[in-house]
């Protein structure tokens, strides 16, 4: 059974920086697309980063120049660098596979709230 675990996130000033964590379990990581998603009060859940097997990333154009999606095969591992963060920003942010692949089970994911 896969488990996503999401860590990492709390309260931040307009303009502060995050790094969100996911540790994936019960797969053969190494290779295997990841992404980055996150669902904001009455909004659909949206994928904000993906990154390769081979490590080649793809950005929303809300958050390209802002975040940064890096994966460590070793940990089975994979980060969200966030910086320049803006209230709107703020979401419960997700890990699993990227659009056009089967998902796993969703995790509980990680609040991030962006206020002054």
């Known amino acids: 059974q896969v488990h996503l675990v999401e860590s990492g996130g709390g309260l931040v000033q307009p303009g502060g920086s995050l790094r969100l964590s996911c540790v994936v379990s019960?797969?053969?990581?190494?290779?295997?697309?990841m992404g980055w998603y996150r669902q904001a009060p009455g909004k659909q859940r949206e994928l904000v980063a993906s990154?390769?097997?081979?490590?080649?990333?793809v950005y929303a154009d809300s958050v390209k120049g802002r975040f940064t999606i890096s994966r460590d095969d070793a940990k089975n591992t994979v980060y969200l660098q966030m910086n320049s963060l803006k209230p709107e920003d703020t979401a419960v942010y997700y890990c699993?596979?990227?659009?056009?692949?089967?998902?796993?089970?969703w995790g509980q994911g990680t609040q991030v709230t962006v206020s002054s």
């Open positions: 699993n596979r990227p659009t056009g692949y089967v998902t796993f089970n």
């Open positions: 019960g797969i053969i990581f190494r290779g295997s697309p």
């Open positions: 990154i390769t097997g081979g490590g080649r990333t």
